[in-house]
C-alpha cells in the first residue's frame, strides 16, 4: 500500500500547472483561493483592461483531454487472465491424431477454463483494492490542495477546482496505478510454491479376491519341506521324529489381499531426480506386496507399511531416444526381462546404469549393468561366539545389450541379451564340526538364503561329526540348508508389437534362460531334493532336476486402461525347470510362487473409468520333476491408480 500512495503522490506533480490554466478562465469568488505556481503560466498585466486579456476560443489542451475523458472514460485495465489457447488447440490436436481420448480432452479443457475463472477472479479482487486506495488518495490530495497556505509573490488566486477537474484527477491516478500494477504484477494471480512443482506423486490401490485350489493326487506325505520357514528360524533337527515345516499342498484356501503403494518423484535440477515409494505387504518379501486381510493378528488390527524404493538418480541427453541415467539406493528394475528372471514387484538394492542412443529412426540401440548386494552378513555372525566367523557376502552382478527396431510401418521389435553372475549364492559345507543344541552355529550357516520361495536344489550345510554327544549321528542334527548350484543366468529376451490397429495392439513376448554354471553331476551327489523316485534299497533316487527355463505370453487389446471400457485380453505357457533361476526372485504368483513349475496362465482386463480398472487372472501350474503336485489359482482384481 505505501508503494501505491508514493505512485499517487507523484503522479500530482503536474497540479500546480493544471489550476494555473484553470485561472485564466474562471473567475475567483471571494474567500475561496487556491494558491497556484505561475511560472509556468505566461505573465499577464495587471493593468491589462479587460478587453486586452486572451481569450480562448477553444479550451486549453489539458481541459479539452480532460473533457474528452471525462465524456469517454477509459476502461479500467484488466489484469490478465491466463490464455488457454495453446493449451485447447494442443489438446485438440492430440484428439485429432487419436492420443487422447475425447472424453479426456473435455477434462482437460474444462478443468483449464475453471482454472482461468479463478485466476481472473481474483485478479479482478486485487485491481478492486488497488483503485480504492488511488481513490482515496485523489480525495486526500484535493482537499489538501483546497486549504493550502497563502502562496509567494509568484502566484495567482484560484477559488475552487471543478468538480470536473477533480474526476479527471482521479482517472488519470488510477490509469497510473494500474500501469504501475500491472508492470510489478500486483494484479497476478496467486501461484503455487516453486518446491511444489518438482514433486510428482503418484500411487495405485488394489484389492485382490484369491482362490487357490488344490486337485487331488497331491503328495501330502511330507515331500514338500519349507526351506524358508527353516532358514529363517531354528535350524531343524533331521534325526526327530517330528516332520519339518511342510508347504501346503492339498487344502484350499481363500483369501481377500490388499496392495497400497504411493511414491513420489523429486527433481532435483540439473538432470538429478530423488525418488521414494512405501507400500503394504505380509511380510518384507522381495517379491510381494500383497496384504492378506484378516492377517497380522486379525481382529482388524493395523498393517505394515515397508520402504519399498529410496533412490537417486543422474539422467545426461534428457530425451526417451538419446539419454544415460545412473541410479543409488533401491530401485526398478533396470532390465528388459520377463517374470520369470524377475517378479515384477522386486526390488533392485545396489548401482545401475542404463543408456540408449538413436542412431537411426528405425535403430535404437540400448544397454544397462550394474552391481547389487544380495545379502550381507551379519556383523557379530556368529554372536554367541567370541571368535566370529568369516563374511560370505552375496552380490549380484548384471548386464544387458539390445536394441529396439521398426522394421516396417506398425511394427516395433525388442529383443536383448543379459547375464546375471550371482556370488556366493549357493551354500557351502562348513567345517567338521558337532552341535550340543539348536544355538551353536556352524561357519557357514549365513551362506543359506535369507529368502526363498520353491523349487530349488537345496544341500544340508553343516558337516555334523557323529560323537557320544550326539549318540554317534542318531541325535541332535541340527540343520540348515543353502542352494546346491550356483547360477550363471544367460538370458534372452524378446518382444513383437503390432499397432496398426490402433488403439489395440497385438503383442507376443517371451525369454528362454539358461543357468550355465549348473553342474548336474555334482548337485546330484549333494541334492536333498528334487529327486526321482527311491531305488529298489531304499536309496535316494537320482537327481531330475534342470537348469532351463522358457516363457511365452500373447496379449490382444487397447495399450493402456486409461478410457472406459478399454480392454485386453492374453494367453501365456512357461516351463521353468527347478535350477534355471534364483527361486526367491521369481514370480510369486503362478504356483503360489517357485521354479520346477509348468503351466497356463490366461488372463482378462477392462477400465471401469480413467483410473479404475477389473481383472480376472487364472493360473494352472504343475510340477516337473518330484512327487505330484497341481495348483490352479484363480485371482479377480479391482485396481485404482492416482
Not at 475523458?69 to 491466463?82: G, K, R, S, W
Not at 505394515?304 to 541415467?325: M, Q, S, V
Not at 495399450?559 to 527347478?578: C, F, H, M, Q, T
Amino acid at each position: 500500500m505505501l508503494s501505491r500512495l508514493s505512485t499517487a503522490s507523484r503522479s500530482l506533480a503536474w497540479l500546480p500547472a493544471l489550476c494555473t490554466l484553470a485561472a485564466t478562465t474562471l473567475p475567483a469568488p471571494a474567500g475561496r483561493e487556491l494558491a497556484v505556481n505561475t511560472s509556468t503560466v505566461p505573465a499577464v498585466p495587471t493593468d491589462t483592461p479587460p478587453e486586452k486579456l486572451p481569450v480562448f476560443t477553444e479550451p486549453p489542451p489539458l481541459f479539452a483531454a480532460a473533457t474528452s475523458l471525462q465524456a469517454n472514460p477509459p476502461p479500467v485495465a484488466a489484469a490478465p487472465a491466463p490464455s488457454q489457447n495453446v493449451t485447447i488447440n494442443l489438446i485438440r490436436n492430440l484428439v485429432k491424431r487419436g492420443l487422447l481420448p475425447q472424453e479426456d480432452a473435455d477434462a482437460l479443457i474444462k478443468q483449464a477454463e475453471a482454472d482461468a475463472a479463478t485466476a481472473r477472479d481474483q485478479a479482478q479482487a486485487a485491481q478492486t483494492e488497488t483503485l480504492q486506495a488511488a481513490a482515496q488518495v485523489a480525495v486526500q490530495v484535493a482537499a489538501q490542495a483546497s486549504e493550502a497556505p497563502p502562496a509567494g509573490d509568484d502566484a495567482v488566486r484560484v477559488t475552487y477546482i471543478p468538480e470536473t477537474v477533480k474526476a479527471q484527477m482521479r482517472e488519470q491516478i488510477k490509469a497510473e496505478v494500474m500501469a504501475q500494477a500491472r508492470e510489478e504484477n500486483w494484479a497476478a494471480p496467486r501461484t503455487m510454491p516453486e518446491w511444489v512443482a518438482r514433486f510428482r506423486v503418484a500411487g495405485d490401490l488394489r484389492v485382490r479376491y484369491e482362490a487357490d485350489v488344490f486337485p487331488d493326487g497331491n503328495d501330502n506325505t511330507g515331500s514338500f519341506p519349507n526351506f524358508n520357514a527353516i532358514n529363517t528360524g531354528q535350524p531343524f533337527d533331521v534325526s526327530g521324529t517330528v516332520f519339518s515345516p511342510q508347504l501346503n499342498v492339498d487344502q484350499n484356501r481363500n483369501r481377500v489381499r490388499l496392495r497400497a503403494r504411493m511414491g513420489a518423484e523429486i527433481q532435483m535440477g540439473e538432470g538429478f531426480t530423488g525418488g521414494m515409494r512405501i507400500a503394504t505387504g505380509d511380510s518384507n518379501s522381495p517379491v510381494s506386496t500383497n496384504q492378506s486381510l484378516g492377517s497380522s493378528g486379525g481382529n482388524f488390527s493395523k498393517y505394515a507399511i515397508w520402504l519399498d524404493r529410496a533412490f537417486l538418480k543422474y539422467e545426461a541427453g534428457g530425451t526417451p531416444e538419446r539419454n544415460l541415467a545412473v541410479s543409488v539406493g533401491r530401485f526398478d528394475n533396470p532390465f528388459f526381462s520377463s517374470e520369470v528372471t524377475w517378479d515384477s514387484d522386486l526390488g533392485f538394492d545396489g548401482a545401475a546404469i542404463a543408456g540408449r542412443y538413436q542412431v537411426a529412426k528405425w535403430l535404437t540401440p540400448f544397454f544397462s549393468g550394474g552391481a547389487f548386494p544380495v545379502y550381507n552378513t551379519d556383523f557379530n555372525f556368529s554372536s554367541n561366539q567370541p571368535a566370529k566367523f568369516k563374511s560370505d557376502d552375496k552380490w549380484l552382478y548384471g548386464a544387458q545389450i539390445g536394441v529396439d527396431l521398426k522394421p516396417a510401418r506398425g511394427f516395433t521389435v525388442k529383443v536383448a541379451g543379459a547375464y546375471y553372475y550371482f556370488d556366493n549364492i549357493s551354500g557351502k559345507l562348513s567345517t567338521p564340526y558337532t552341535p550340543l543344541n539348536a544355538s551353536d552355529a556352524g561357519n557357514t550357516d549365513n551362506t543359506r538364503p535369507s529368502f526363498a520361495q520353491k523349487g530349488n536344489t537345496y544341500m544340508a550345510l553343516r558337516n555334523i561329526v557323529p560323537t557320544a554327544d550326539n549318540n554317534f549321528g542318531t541325535s541332535l542334527q541340527y540343520q540348515y540348508f543353502g542352494l546346491a548350484s550356483k547360477f550363471r543366468e544367460l538370458a534372452i529376451t524378446g518382444r513383437i508389437d503390432y499397432d496398426g490397429w490402433e488403439p489395440f495392439r497385438i503383442s507376443l513376448n517371451g525369454e528362454w534362460i539358461k543357468n550355465l554354471a549348473f553342474d548336474e553331476d555334482a548337485t546330484n551327489l549333494i541334492a536333498i531334493n528334487n529327486r526321482g523316485p527311491n531305488d529298489s534299497l531304499g536309496g535316494l533316487g537320482k537327481f531330475d532336476g534342470g537348469n532351463t527355463a522358457w516363457i511365452t505370453n500373447l496379449t490382444i487389446g487397447s495399450v493402456a486402461l486409461d478410457k472406459r471400457w478399454n480392454w485386453n485380453l492374453g494367453v501365456n505357457y512357461r516351463y521353468v525347470e527347478s535350477d534355471a533361476v534364483v527361486d526367491g526372485f521369481t514370480d510369486s504368483d503362478f504356483g503360489l510362487g517357485g521354479t520346477n513349475l509348468k503351466g497356463y496362465t490366461l488372463y482378462g482386463n477392462i477400465a471401469l473409468s480413467q483410473r479404475v480398472s477389473l481383472g480376472l487372472r487364472w493360473m494352472s501350474a504343475g510340477e516337473i520333476t518330484g512327487p505330484p503336485l497341481k495348483t490352479d489359482i484363480i485371482q479377480v482384481d479391482i485396481n485404482g491408480k492416482f
